[in-house]
């Protein structure tokens, strides 16, 4: 049995769900689970089709960003298919298609996934490289602290008997940063 799992990240990115699906119908899936949820989120709906696959069965995927974190999380995924008999197909694999029910799939799948991961933390460590440089040169300021902005508001409101919570909300601010406000202000 083929069994599909479509993901994007954000709810916004319906036509991206929308795509993925008829890629995996098109395939004849049988099964298919679907999700918009950050690949950092907890992904339910792929714990699901991992449990629900059995031996023989395919899972398939339209491309390997829609189903791993990391070379080490898709190995994980890999490992656990080999474990219930069943396989993985991605079906857009760099103009390819590849299955890890053959031998070259899974090499291929490996390589790929861990040149993808050196790809990513070298991109990482640049992004890191130019924010330092962006500091030392006074061009990089980072975020606007928006909770800060409220400080003498939840000060005020607090010294009327307003709760956190009630405060927080009220500001459009998170509660850590209320108490992070009064424990500043209680210091001064």
């Known amino acids: 049995m083929l069994v599909g799992y479509a993901r994007t990240s954000t709810i916004e990115q319906k036509a991206g769900l929308d795509a993925q699906i008829r890629d995996l119908k098109q395939v004849s899936v049988e099964k298919l689970f679907t999700e918009q949820v950050s690949s950092i989120g907890q992904r339910e709906q ?19 960003d829609r189903l791993a974190r990391s070379t080490m999380n898709l190995l994980q995924i890999v490992e656990l298919l080999d474990i219930k008999g069943a396989g993985l197909r991605i079906l857009d694999f760099g103009g390819g298609e590849v299955n890890t029910k053959s031998p070259n799939g899974k090499l291929m799948l490996t390589m790929f996934s861990a040149f993808g991961q050196f790809e990513r933390e070298l991109m990482l460590e640049r992004q890191r490289e130019g924010i330092a440089k962006a500091k030392a040169e006074g061009k990089y300021k980072g975020r606007k602290p928006t909770a800060r902005a409220h400080s003498s508001e939840v000060i005020r409101l607090h010294s009327e008997g307003s709760k956190a919570t009630e405060i927080a909300k009220k500001l459009g601010i998170g509660r ?9 202000a209680e210091a001064v």
């Not at 792929?46 to 390997?64: F, G, H, I, S």
């Not at 850590?176 to 424990?183: C, E, G, T």
């Open 176 to 184: 850590a940063s209320v108490y992070r406000i009064l424990k500043t």
């Open 46 to 64: 792929l714990d699901a089709a991992l449990n629900y696959v059995r031996e023989q069965d395919t899972l398939v995927v339209t491309k390997l």
